[in-house]
């Protein structure tokens, strides 16, 4: 069946540090991928998309690029601030909305 | 944006009563809205998915009886965990579509912990 595996946490960074979370899947079909993102005490917001291979998505300086070779999806940010401090998940989705999760990779950036 | 609310965000209750979860829409309509439930340190998992004027569609292995899920408007979900037990304590998040912005875009309610004794 179809499935996302991300790195485990949590990730510790000092600010402007490189940020990766990996994040790799399997899917029958062409399912989208997303990176979602849990403030504390917040609810899941989508953070970014791609929906085909080869497409990058990007939003307030992350990026991950949809790669079918290596079924992957790949979070990175070239320099994180305190600010970015979450929960993130990987998930995809095949035909609609049906959603499936990674465990969530918790972030920790320190000033 | 899209926003979505849950009340309540915390409850604790005795073992054997029901608890009712509410997810709501807040500025648009939701035709379909899902149920997650998330263990500590775990992912999300699928519950069931609600639309708005017909049954659940539940996923293998959630009992219907035991999570009722009404979607009785466009802007409203409710999850009733019926006689609870310590075992169904966890993190319920809900969320909803909303086709009119982009397709396969959820919306997250920022979840409702629930605690049985």
């Known amino acids: 069946g179809n499935s996302v595996t991300q790195m485990e946490g949590p990730v510790t960074l000092s600010e402007e540090a490189f940020l990766t979370i990996n994040c790799t899947y399997t899917a029958t079909g062409y399912p989208s991928l997303f990176w979602y993102v849990q403030y504390p005490g917040e609810g899941l917001q989508l953070l970014l998309k791609a929906t085909k291979a080869d497409d990058k998505g990007s939003n307030k300086g992350f990026e991950a690029t949809y790669r079918k070779e290596t079924t992957s999806f790949h979070l990175e940010k070239g320099s994180v601030q305190v600010s970015d401090s979450a929960v993130y998940f990987c998930a995809l989705a095949t035909g609609g909305f049906k959603t499936i999760f990674g465990a969530g990779t918790r972030l920790f950036v320190k000033a | 944006g899209a926003v979505v609310s849950q009340h309540p965000s915390r409850v604790i209750c005795k073992s054997g009563t029901s608890v009712k979860i509410e997810c709501r829409s807040l500025?648009?309509?939701?035709?379909?809205m899902f149920w997650y439930r998330q263990f500590p340190k775990q992912s999300l998992m699928l519950m069931a998915t609600s639309n708005e004027g017909s049954k659940a569609t539940y996923e293998q292995g959630v009992e219907k009886d035991k999570f009722l899920i009404n979607h009785a408007s466009l802007t409203l979900s409710t999850l009733t965990v019926t006689s609870a037990h310590p075992e169904d304590s966890s993190f319920y998040i809900c969320?909803?579509?909303?086709?009119?912005?982009?397709?396969?875009?959820?919306?997250f309610g920022p979840g409702t912990r629930l605690l049985v004794l």
């Open positions: 500025d648009f309509q939701a035709t379909t």
């Open positions: 969320s909803a579509d909303n086709q009119g912005l982009s397709q396969e875009t959820q919306y």
